[in-house]
Protein backbone atom coordinates (compact mmCIF):
# COMPACT_ATOMS: atom_id res chain seq x y z
CA UNK A 1 0.00 0.00 0.00
CA UNK A 2 3.06 2.17 1.15
CA UNK A 3 4.43 1.27 -2.49
CA UNK A 4 1.28 2.10 -4.18
CA UNK A 5 1.02 5.49 -2.43
CA UNK A 6 4.43 6.62 -3.00
CA UNK A 7 4.72 6.07 -7.27
CA UNK A 8 1.11 7.63 -7.03
CA UNK A 9 2.88 10.83 -5.19
CA UNK A 10 5.77 10.83 -7.58
CA UNK A 11 3.31 10.60 -10.65
CA UNK A 12 1.94 13.96 -9.61
CA UNK A 13 5.20 15.17 -9.03
CA UNK A 14 6.10 14.79 -12.89
CA UNK A 15 2.51 15.52 -13.90
CA UNK A 16 3.37 19.14 -11.90
CA UNK A 17 6.15 19.64 -13.12
CA UNK A 18 4.70 19.67 -16.64
CA UNK A 19 6.66 16.77 -17.65
CA UNK A 20 4.30 15.13 -19.35
CA UNK A 21 3.27 18.14 -21.13
CA UNK A 22 2.37 18.11 -25.06
CA UNK A 23 5.70 19.66 -26.39
CA UNK A 24 6.28 20.86 -29.99
CA UNK A 25 9.27 20.53 -32.30
CA UNK A 26 10.41 24.27 -32.56
CA UNK A 27 11.40 23.78 -36.03
CA UNK A 28 9.10 22.04 -38.25
CA UNK A 29 6.31 22.41 -35.83
CA UNK A 30 5.58 18.95 -35.67
CA UNK A 31 4.45 16.87 -32.20
CA UNK A 32 7.04 14.74 -30.16
CA UNK A 33 6.63 11.61 -28.32
CA UNK A 34 7.49 11.53 -24.46
CA UNK A 35 11.04 10.56 -25.67
CA UNK A 36 11.63 12.37 -28.95
CA UNK A 37 12.55 15.68 -27.20
CA UNK A 38 16.10 16.97 -27.99
CA UNK A 39 16.35 20.09 -25.37
CA UNK A 40 18.12 23.01 -26.75
CA UNK A 41 18.76 26.34 -25.12
CA UNK A 42 15.49 28.24 -26.19
CA UNK A 43 13.05 25.15 -27.28
CA UNK A 44 12.41 21.87 -28.64
CA UNK A 45 13.44 19.88 -31.50
CA UNK A 46 12.24 16.70 -32.66
CA UNK A 47 14.51 13.88 -33.22
CA UNK A 48 13.53 13.93 -37.03
CA UNK A 49 14.71 17.43 -37.20
CA UNK A 50 18.02 16.16 -35.21
CA UNK A 51 18.58 13.33 -37.75
CA UNK A 52 18.98 16.14 -40.16
CA UNK A 53 22.07 18.17 -38.36
CA UNK A 54 25.80 17.12 -38.80
CA UNK A 55 27.09 14.17 -38.05
CA UNK A 56 29.91 15.95 -36.17
CA UNK A 57 27.95 18.49 -34.38
CA UNK A 58 28.07 18.27 -30.78
CA UNK A 59 26.65 21.48 -29.09
CA UNK A 60 22.95 21.16 -29.46
CA UNK A 61 22.49 21.93 -25.67
CA UNK A 62 24.09 25.18 -26.26
CA UNK A 63 22.26 26.05 -29.26
CA UNK A 64 19.43 28.05 -30.00
CA UNK A 65 16.53 27.26 -32.04
CA UNK A 66 17.66 30.36 -34.46
CA UNK A 67 20.73 28.66 -34.76
CA UNK A 68 19.30 25.25 -35.40
CA UNK A 69 17.53 26.82 -38.64
CA UNK A 70 20.81 28.51 -40.03
CA UNK A 71 22.39 24.70 -39.57
CA UNK A 72 19.62 23.03 -41.16
CA UNK A 73 19.62 25.70 -43.68
CA UNK A 74 23.44 24.78 -44.47
CA UNK A 75 22.63 21.06 -44.29
CA UNK A 76 20.38 21.30 -47.08
CA UNK A 77 22.77 23.51 -49.24
CA UNK A 78 25.11 21.34 -48.86
CA UNK A 79 23.20 18.33 -50.93
CA UNK A 80 23.92 20.31 -54.44
CA UNK A 81 27.99 20.10 -52.90
CA UNK A 82 27.25 16.29 -52.19
CA UNK A 83 26.33 15.92 -56.01
CA UNK A 84 28.84 17.77 -57.55
CA UNK A 85 31.62 16.05 -55.35
CA UNK A 86 33.58 13.46 -57.53
CA UNK A 87 35.97 11.39 -55.38
CA UNK A 88 39.66 10.68 -57.19
CA UNK A 89 41.08 9.27 -53.49
CA UNK A 90 40.02 7.47 -50.85
CA UNK A 91 42.15 7.41 -47.22
CA UNK A 92 41.68 5.17 -44.09
CA UNK A 93 40.80 1.65 -43.61
CA UNK A 94 38.34 1.38 -41.12
CA UNK A 95 34.56 2.20 -41.34
CA UNK A 96 34.87 5.98 -41.44
CA UNK A 97 36.82 7.37 -44.30
CA UNK A 98 38.15 10.33 -46.14
CA UNK A 99 37.22 10.64 -49.54
CA UNK A 100 39.09 13.37 -51.71
CA UNK A 101 37.81 15.76 -54.51
CA UNK A 102 41.48 16.81 -55.68
CA UNK A 103 40.36 18.09 -58.37
CA UNK A 104 37.70 20.84 -56.72
CA UNK A 105 40.00 21.06 -53.70
CA UNK A 106 37.48 19.16 -51.42
CA UNK A 107 36.51 16.00 -49.04
CA UNK A 108 34.48 14.39 -47.02
CA UNK A 109 34.44 12.21 -44.07
CA UNK A 110 31.70 9.09 -43.77
CA UNK A 111 31.16 5.95 -42.72
CA UNK A 112 28.26 5.02 -45.22
CA UNK A 113 28.73 3.46 -48.59
CA UNK A 114 25.89 5.30 -50.37
CA UNK A 115 27.68 8.21 -49.23
CA UNK A 116 25.57 10.15 -51.47
CA UNK A 117 22.07 9.51 -50.00
CA UNK A 118 24.04 10.38 -46.34
CA UNK A 119 24.40 13.96 -47.13
CA UNK A 120 27.95 14.12 -46.09
CA UNK A 121 29.46 17.51 -44.59
CA UNK A 122 31.11 18.75 -48.02
CA UNK A 123 34.64 21.08 -46.59
CA UNK A 124 37.26 22.74 -48.13
CA UNK A 125 41.14 21.76 -47.95
CA UNK A 126 41.11 24.85 -46.80
CA UNK A 127 39.28 24.52 -43.96
CA UNK A 128 41.59 22.24 -42.12
CA UNK A 129 43.40 23.47 -39.33
CA UNK A 130 45.30 20.96 -38.09
CA UNK A 131 45.14 16.96 -37.93
CA UNK A 132 47.04 14.78 -35.74
CA UNK A 133 46.72 11.01 -34.62
CA UNK A 134 45.80 9.80 -30.78
CA UNK A 135 46.76 6.11 -29.74
CA UNK A 136 44.27 4.99 -27.17
CA UNK A 137 45.65 2.20 -24.18
CA UNK A 138 43.07 0.11 -22.75
CA UNK A 139 44.65 -1.32 -19.53
CA UNK A 140 42.68 -4.50 -17.76
CA UNK A 141 44.26 -6.46 -15.06
CA UNK A 142 43.77 -10.41 -15.78
CA UNK A 143 43.05 -12.07 -12.74
CA UNK A 144 43.53 -15.83 -11.22
CA UNK A 145 40.90 -18.06 -9.70
CA UNK A 146 41.93 -19.97 -6.25
CA UNK A 147 40.18 -23.50 -5.53
CA UNK A 148 37.38 -21.80 -3.80
CA UNK A 149 36.68 -19.94 -6.89
CA UNK A 150 37.43 -16.27 -5.73
CA UNK A 151 39.50 -14.13 -8.37
CA UNK A 152 42.90 -12.58 -7.03
CA UNK A 153 45.26 -10.58 -8.71
CA UNK A 154 48.83 -11.87 -9.90
CA UNK A 155 51.76 -10.85 -7.71
CA UNK A 156 53.05 -9.00 -9.49
CA UNK A 157 49.72 -7.88 -11.14
CA UNK A 158 49.44 -8.41 -14.95
CA UNK A 159 47.84 -6.57 -17.46
CA UNK A 160 46.29 -6.84 -21.19
CA UNK A 161 46.68 -3.77 -23.04
CA UNK A 162 44.70 -2.85 -26.52
CA UNK A 163 45.28 -0.30 -28.67
CA UNK A 164 42.67 2.00 -30.95
CA UNK A 165 43.78 4.67 -33.26
CA UNK A 166 42.40 7.87 -33.87
CA UNK A 167 43.02 10.75 -36.21
CA UNK A 168 41.75 14.00 -34.79
CA UNK A 169 40.89 16.41 -37.94
CA UNK A 170 40.78 20.47 -36.36
CA UNK A 171 38.47 22.20 -38.80
CA UNK A 172 37.33 26.31 -39.10
CA UNK A 173 33.42 26.21 -39.72
CA UNK A 174 30.72 27.27 -38.06
CA UNK A 175 29.02 24.21 -36.88
CA UNK A 176 32.17 21.96 -35.13
CA UNK A 177 35.73 22.81 -34.93
CA UNK A 178 36.74 19.27 -35.00
CA UNK A 179 36.32 15.68 -36.50
CA UNK A 180 37.52 12.79 -34.53
CA UNK A 181 37.49 9.09 -35.66
CA UNK A 182 38.90 5.55 -35.64
CA UNK A 183 41.45 4.35 -38.14
CA UNK A 184 41.98 0.74 -37.17
CA UNK A 185 39.34 -1.39 -38.72
CA UNK A 186 39.47 -4.21 -36.00
CA UNK A 187 37.62 -3.78 -32.26
CA UNK A 188 41.30 -3.05 -30.79
CA UNK A 189 44.91 -4.24 -31.49
CA UNK A 190 46.41 -6.02 -28.53
CA UNK A 191 50.10 -5.51 -29.00
CA UNK A 192 52.10 -2.88 -30.00
CA UNK A 193 54.66 -3.26 -33.00
CA UNK A 194 52.39 -6.11 -33.97
CA UNK A 195 51.54 -6.13 -37.52
CA UNK A 196 47.73 -4.58 -36.91
CA UNK A 197 49.43 -1.87 -35.03
CA UNK A 198 52.01 -0.70 -37.64
CA UNK A 199 48.81 -0.91 -39.77
CA UNK A 200 47.33 1.50 -38.04
CA UNK A 201 49.72 3.71 -37.57
CA UNK A 202 50.53 3.90 -41.02
CA UNK A 203 47.09 4.73 -42.25
CA UNK A 204 46.89 7.48 -39.82
CA UNK A 205 50.04 8.65 -40.81
CA UNK A 206 48.66 8.78 -44.57
CA UNK A 207 45.70 10.76 -43.90
CA UNK A 208 48.08 13.27 -41.52
CA UNK A 209 50.62 14.00 -44.62
CA UNK A 210 47.94 13.82 -47.12
CA UNK A 211 45.46 16.60 -45.30
CA UNK A 212 48.23 18.36 -44.51
CA UNK A 213 49.91 18.24 -47.62
CA UNK A 214 46.58 19.48 -49.87
CA UNK A 215 45.86 22.13 -47.25
CA UNK A 216 49.62 23.65 -47.75
CA UNK A 217 48.58 23.55 -51.38
CA UNK A 218 46.06 25.55 -51.21
CA UNK A 219 47.42 28.13 -48.77
CA UNK A 220 49.84 28.56 -51.11
CA UNK A 221 48.11 28.95 -54.40
CA UNK A 222 45.72 31.82 -52.58
CA UNK A 223 49.04 33.08 -51.68
CA UNK A 224 50.45 33.26 -55.01
CA UNK A 225 47.22 34.59 -56.36
CA UNK A 226 46.97 37.12 -53.86
CA UNK A 227 50.37 38.51 -54.58
CA UNK A 228 50.98 41.62 -55.72
CA UNK A 229 51.99 41.41 -59.76
CA UNK A 230 55.74 43.17 -61.34
CA UNK A 231 56.06 44.79 -64.32
CA UNK A 232 58.51 42.60 -67.08
CA UNK A 233 59.34 43.16 -70.40
CA UNK A 234 57.72 41.16 -72.99
CA UNK A 235 59.95 39.10 -74.97
CA UNK A 236 57.65 38.98 -78.05
CA UNK A 237 56.67 42.68 -78.21
CA UNK A 238 59.00 44.64 -76.22
CA UNK A 239 56.43 46.47 -74.29
CA UNK A 240 56.39 46.52 -70.63
CA UNK A 241 53.34 45.19 -69.24
CA UNK A 242 51.46 43.26 -66.10
CA UNK A 243 51.20 39.86 -66.46
CA UNK A 244 47.16 39.13 -66.89
CA UNK A 245 45.40 36.14 -64.79
CA UNK A 246 47.39 34.03 -67.18
CA UNK A 247 50.64 34.85 -66.82
CA UNK A 248 50.06 37.09 -70.62
CA UNK A 249 51.51 40.12 -72.12
CA UNK A 250 48.49 42.81 -71.93
CA UNK A 251 49.47 44.09 -75.39
CA UNK A 252 50.64 41.38 -77.41
CA UNK A 253 48.85 38.52 -75.80
CA UNK A 254 51.91 36.15 -75.61
CA UNK A 255 53.21 34.18 -72.75
CA UNK A 256 55.58 35.44 -69.92
CA UNK A 257 58.25 33.72 -67.97
CA UNK A 258 56.21 34.48 -64.66
Known amino acids: MWIETRISMLFEEEVNMGLFDKKYCDICGGKIGLLGNRKLDDGNLCKECSKNLSPFFNERRHSTVN???DQLD??????????NFHPTKTLGAGSMKILL????????VTSSRRWQDANPDVMDFSQVTGCETEIDENKNEIKRKTTDGKEVSYTPPRYKYSYDFFVK??????WFDEIKFRVNSSSDIERKGSVE????EKI??????????????VRDDIAAANAPKIAQNCPLCGATTIPDENGCCEFCGGALNV
Request: no cysteine.
Open 67 to 69: DIK
Open 74 to 83: YREANKAEVS
Open 101 to 108: DEDAGKFI
Open 169 to 174: IYVNSP
Open 197 to 200: YREA
Open 204 to 217: ASEIRSALTKVRQT
